[in-house]
């Protein structure tokens, strides 16, 4: 008896462990964005959504991505964008976007950063504010 329980306790405790830590998929050159359907070509702007079975959505930008979420208000999951100054997948939350005008599809679209003082850079240079993941999303729905 008693070592069942002990066994059940160390499997519920790896089983907690091993759920918890949600990690992003890298997304690649290349990879088909899930909304839109667009070859991914820039992956410092890419994004993705982790739902609760693991499935991973890649996007080929910010804005593709809010607008997935916009058009599908029930959808859950863990989200990530790229951060533009390094390449490394951080959650939107705590980024600072730059909007831009892509000057390869003349697009509106978002540059994420994780670090202020490279968004405020880039602001400058976009000619362009700061705005965080709400607006985005809220720009999304509208």
Known sequence: MRTGLLISTALLAFSTVSCSSVKPVAVNAGDQCFRCRRTISDTKLAGELLDGARFVSKFRTPACLATYLAEHPTETGMVF??????????????????????????????????????????????????????????????
Do not use: C, H, I, Q
């Open 81 to 142: 964008v790229t951060d533009y100054a390094t390449g490394d997948m951080m959650r939107p939350d705590g980024a600072f976007f730059v909007p831009f005008v892509n000057r390869d599809t003349g697009e509106r679209d978002y540059r994420a950063f994780k670090v202020r003082s490279d968004a405020d850079a880039a602001a400058a240079e976009a000619r362009s504010e700061l705005v965080g993941w709400k607006a985005v999303l809220e720009k999304a729905r509208s």
